[in-house]
């Protein structure tokens, strides 16, 4: 099984920027596309970036995060990154890594295809 443990979160002022990271370890070898959610009280999870881990990765990002936030993976290191910059008062949530098999992309962004998630990491954007 793939654990996943995410970090980085915090309080930072709108405008400003944060970088998340994700750490796989166990049976990565079977993770083929990694990616962000995030939660707002009271809703559900949605979907911010996601990449596949391959030789050349593929990236897609939400549209309102797009030209803002970037992912990328460190493969030596099973890590993923989102970074986070222009910062803005409605990205404030819980930001969840998670991880699956083989997904196509026109699946990315749905919760369901993710067998496996971390614990969350509470980012704030103050005004």
């Known amino acids: 099984q793939v654990q996943l443990v995410e970090s980085g979160g915090g309080l930072v002022q709108a405008g400003g920027s944060l970088k998340l990271s994700c750490v796989a370890s166990?049976?990565?070898?079977?993770?083929?596309?990694m990616a962000w959610f995030r939660q707002y009280a009271g809703k559900e999870r949605d979907f911010v970036a996601a990449?596949?881990?391959?030789?050349?990765?593929?990236?897609s990002y939400a549209n309102s995060v797009k030209g803002r936030f970037t992912i990328s993976r460190d493969s030596a290191r099973n890590t993923v990154y989102l970074q986070m910059n222009s910062l803005k008062i409605e990205d404030t949530a819980v930001y969840y890594c998670?991880?699956?098999?083989?997904?196509?992309?026109?699946?990315?962004?749905?919760?369901?295809?993710?067998?496996?998630w971390g614990q969350g990491t509470q980012v704030t954007v103050s005004s």
């Open positions: 166990g049976r990565t070898f079977s993770t083929s596309t």
């Open positions: 990449i596949s881990w391959t030789t050349s990765p593929d990236t």
């Open positions: 998670a991880a699956s098999r083989f997904l196509p992309s026109t699946r990315w962004a749905q919760t369901a295809e993710y067998n496996r």
